[in-house]
Nanobody
Framework: QLQLVESGGGLVQPGGSLRLSCAAS????????IGWFRQAPGKEREGVLC??????STNYAGSVRFTISRDNAKNTVYLQMNSLTPEDTAIYYC???????????????WGQGTQVTVSS
């Protein structure tokens, strides 16, 4: 059974950094596109970054503060977030499907999400 589990969220002060992890079980991550999405209260879920099976990353949010990486040995994808602002507060989800896409509806498998709160 394909499963994704996010971790690494929490409370951070403005200007701080967090690294989110997306650990996969039941399948091999490097055969899939893995996307990070976020959803703030009252807003739609939006694509942040995606890494394809070939290792190519696509930045949908247009922010140079975030980067995505993959550790095939650990079957885990990471989202490194730097210079965080209160506007980054949201639940962050990872998702898997065969190809990368900025649309949440294109992804068939999702983790449960991890809360990121940026506040002083």
């Amino acid at each position: 059974q394909l499963q994704l589990v996010e971790s690494g969220g929490g409370l951070v002060q403005p200007g701080g950094s967090l690294r989110l992890s997306c650990a996969a079980s039941g399948f091999t991550l490097d055969y899939y596109g893995i996307g990070w999405f976020r959803q703030a209260p009252g807003k739609e879920r939006e694509g942040v970054l995606c890494i394809s099976s070939s290792g190519r990353s696509t930045n949908y949010a247009g922010s140079v503060r975030f980067t995505i990486s993959r550790d095939n040995a650990k079957n885990t994808v990471y989202l490194q977030m730097n210079s965080l602002t209160p506007e980054d507060t949201a639940i962050y989800y990872c998702a898997a499907d065969y190809y990368c896409s900025p649309r949440a509806s294109d992804f068939g498998s999702w983790g449960q999400g991890t809360q990121v709160t940026v506040s002083s």
